[in-house]
């Protein structure tokens, strides 16, 4: 809920710290942000976004596949990492989609509270139901981040971008950012198929040179299962996934009745946990200053 979350938050226009009353976020300098019916705020300065939000077909195949447990060792994965640095300061996870991973995260760690951000509309509708003490921000994190400077022990960047110098402002000194990128081998039997969208095998390198200078990574580890997939459940991952804006729902229908039922497919990811710099490094390395 957002009254969980609100003294994180920053207003986009002004960055002065937010209040709620009964159906807006207010900043100190009399900015006003509308409390959608389902939950959620929009923080959203109006300046086009370079990023098209998931739909509402595929937030909803993304939900009915991580609520089978189909994902449930990246999910634990990702709790571990937070853990092993706990933190009652808050968690952001970027990109959130459903918020599934960040409410396993709050589970683990019943002190703390998360703020799930997303561009696209369907998903922050599902964050603000995802946990009691989760709340929904629709925003770009590719342009300031809503959310105070050193505010957070943790940011998650779950197959999602991330906005390296801005997760870097946002946490606290010490603070954790959690990334889950695919391997080259992940789901490597479905990605073969014509129209898929296949996994960028230089993603490990290019993630080591985004943080550079701002983070140093303290943790690396390979999550590798095999799942074996029903006809609806190879519907749903194909559905949810950035393939979906390539292939229309009939090419999509095709591909998969034309699979055994019960088809084997690899999950392969590594999840990788970064630790924020102080700023007299990051000014020496990355050639910024401390946010």
């Not at 207003?11 to 959608?36: K, N, Q, W, Y």
């Not at 098209?52 to 990702?78: K, N, Q, S, W």
């Not at 129209?195 to 580890?221: H, I, P, Q, W």
């Amino acid at each position: 809920m957002l009254d969980s979350v609100i003294d994180l938050l920053a207003c986009p226009h002004c960055e002065s710290a937010m209040d709620l009353d009964d159906t807006a976020v207010l900043c100190e300098r009399g900015h006003s942000f509308d409390i959608a019916r389902q939950g959620y705020v929009t923080l959203l300065t109006g300046a086009a976004t370079r990023f098209t939000g998931d739909t509402a077909e595929m937030i909803a195949d993304r939900a009915e596949f991580l609520g089978t447990g189909h994902y449930d060792p990246i999910r634990d994965a990702v709790a571990t990492a937070c853990t092993s640095a706990p933190s009652d300061t808050g968690v952001l996870e970027v990109g959130a989609g459903t918020g599934q991973y960040l409410a396993r995260v709050l589970d683990e760690m019943p002190g703390s509270r998360g703020i799930g951000l997303d561009v696209s509309k369907p998903a922050v509708r599902r964050i603000a139901r995802s946990h009691p003490r989760t709340g929904a921000v629709l925003a770009d994190a590719w342009e300031r981040i809503p959310v105070r400077s050193g505010s957070l022990g943790h940011v998650l960047s779950v197959f999602a971008p991330r906005n390296a110098s801005e997760v870097h402002r946002i946490l606290e000194p010490g603070g954790t950012l959690v990334v889950v990128t695919p391997t080259p081998e992940h789901l490597g039997e479905l990605v073969s198929l014509p129209g898929m969208v296949s996994v960028d095998e230089r993603k490990t390198e290019r993630l080591s040179a985004a943080l550079s200078g701002r983070f140093e990574r303290r943790d690396r580890s390979e999550v590798r299962f095999a799942m074996e997939l029903t006809r609806p459940a190879l519907t749903g991952l194909v559905g949810m996934g950035p393939s979906a804006f390539h292939l229309t729902a009939q090419q999509r229908t095709e591909m998969v009745e034309a699979l055994p039922d019960g088809f084997e497919v690899t999950a392969s990811v590594v999840v990788s946990t970064w630790v924020r710099q102080d700023g007299d490094r990051v000014r020496q390395d990355g050639g910024i200053s401390d946010g």
